[in-house]
């Protein structure tokens, strides 16, 4: 039996009311962190284009925007949205964001359908799981060969979340499959400059897997072999490593992956994020930054080229956006501010000379030993201009698996974003109370979300 047979099998059966505890509860967290990013980022520029490059009407919504759009363009703007200041959930291990990509998606679909919770949250199961499964086949491949995890995974992922929202047979779900392997794309060039392509990753492929869902319903078919064939996917997308699809298929549908995704307390790269708690940690036992002659940071080989390298570029980011992927600027705002929010990721603040003379002082050494991807730890040796040497470790990521954030840290994080994009708690309310309509399995409502 083909890789995307096996997949196909598993879409189809699966019955939300059956769902572990667990399960259900993961996802209603990550509907309501995936909305409260689609409304905090709403005004932003790169959502704007999204938005204005829109030219079809429908039923589905575009969260915190007028009016309702065709289910592809939702889900462009929904995804471009939550993937955009990179404040979604990540998975320890591969590392994906799979609810930017699989929540637009579904939701789309189901608006556009009048699909149930049941739909929902049986199509967001099985995207969010398989996406998370996919990552761990071939973990660092993708992202050597030039390509974005999350864009890649995200298309066959979100073809088999809308294929199983909409209730397509095994057979049908696996030409999806087949076909998401010719739409997938995403190349990772944006560390070059910060431009906005990785913003669209998320969003393109919720789009191009909702395309493959429809594409194989209507009869279009797609390979058998599209996983593991020569000319498949990991092949084209992972050329350096053999996949172990293993991590894939054992234990599919009984042991529920998606229950250890990662929530961020950050609005940056994941890598980061731990980095962040040494600086704020170093912080607050009374060093100032007048004190620190340099930061040393010990590191996984795997992040250098994106997080770490060409340090110069990474020491004065020419934007905010390539804030997020410098671990020296994210070291230094959290350092300097004791958080890294929304705030700290401005045109003015990358551009502030407290930051900039600090962000020269950190530097890195690989650590041979480091346990990434398997986990996000994170490192800082400052010496001070005294010659005293001062040490943060942390062991893993806040928000992951080892230090999950609560329900009620991620509720307080979906209101926070709702407030940052302008909503009133009225309006608010009334979206919580609607997605966890949709929880209980309920109706489909988010007309309330629109404007």
């Avoid at 172990?244 to 890598?271: H, I, N, P, R």
């Avoid at 040494?278 to 994106?306: F, K, P, Y």
């Avoid at 009620?408 to 309509?437: C, P, Y």
Wanted: net charge negative.
């Amino acid at each position: 039996m083909s890789v995307a047979k096996e997949l196909g099998v598993f879409s189809s059966v699966v019955n939300s009311a059956e769902l572990p505890a667990k399960v259900r509860n993961t996802i209603s967290n990550l509907l309501l962190d995936v909305v409260g990013l689609c409304v905090a980022a709403r005004n932003n520029d790169y959502v704007n284009a999204a938005r204005a490059s829109a030219i079809q009407n429908g039923s589905a919504s575009a969260l915190g925007h007028e009016g309702s759009f065709g289910p592809y363009d939702a889900a462009l703007i929904n995804g471009t949205a939550a993937h955009g200041e990179d404040y979604d959930d990540t998975f320890e291990g591969g590392p994906v964001h799979a609810g930017a990509v699989i929540v637009p998606a579904v939701l789309a679909i189901a608006e556009e359908r009048g699909l149930d919770g049941d739909a929902v949250t049986r199509g967001i199961a099985v995207g969010v799981e398989l996406m998370c499964r996919m990552s761990l086949v071939t973990p660092q491949a993708i992202h050597k060969a030039c390509f974005h995890p999350t864009a890649v995974i995200g298309a066959p992922a979100a073809a088999c979340a809308v294929a199983a929202a909409i209730g397509l047979d095994a057979a049908r779900t696996m030409y999806a499959i087949g076909v998401s392997g010719s739409l997938a794309s995403g190349i990772i060039e944006y560390l070059a400059d910060g431009s906005w392509t990785k913003r669209l990753h998320a969003g393109a492929a919720a789009q191009s897997g909702m395309r493959a869902a429809l594409l194989a319903e209507a009869g279009f078919t797609g390979p058998v072999s599209v996983l593991e064939g020569v000319h498949g996917f990991y092949k084209a997308f992972a050329p350096s490593k053999e996949p172990d699809f293993a991590s894939l298929l054992d234990g599919l549908g009984s042991d529920w992956v998606l229950e250890k995704l990662a929530f961020k307390s950050y609005a940056c790269g994941t890598m980061t994020q731990p980095f962040i708690d040494c600086a704020i940690e170093l912080a607050q036992s009374g060093i100032h930054a007048d004190d620190i002659e340099s930061m040393v940071c010990e590191v996984g080989e795997g992040t250098v080229h994106r997080l770490w390298e060409p340090l110069e570029l990474k020491h004065a980011p020419p934007n905010a956006y390539a804030g997020k992927f410098s671990t020296p600027y994210c070291i230094a705002v959290g350092f300097l501010d004791g958080k890294a929010g929304f705030e700290q990721f401005t045109k003015a603040r990358v551009a502030e000379e407290d930051v900039r003379a600090l962000c020269v002082k950190v530097s890195y050494v690989i650590d041979p030993d480091n346990e990434y991807p398997k986990n996000f730890t994170g490192h800082i040796r400052a010496t001070l201009k005294d010659g005293s040497v001062h040490e943060v470790r942390k062991s893993h990521m806040r928000g992951g698996v080892h230090e999950p954030l609560s329900d009620s840290d991620i509720a307080e994080k979906f209101r926070d974003n709702a407030v940052f994009g302008g909503w009133s708690n009225e309006r608010i309310n009334a979206t919580e109370a609607a997605l966890q309509r949709i929880g209980m399995l309920g109706v489909v409502d988010l007309k309330m979300t629109r404007g």
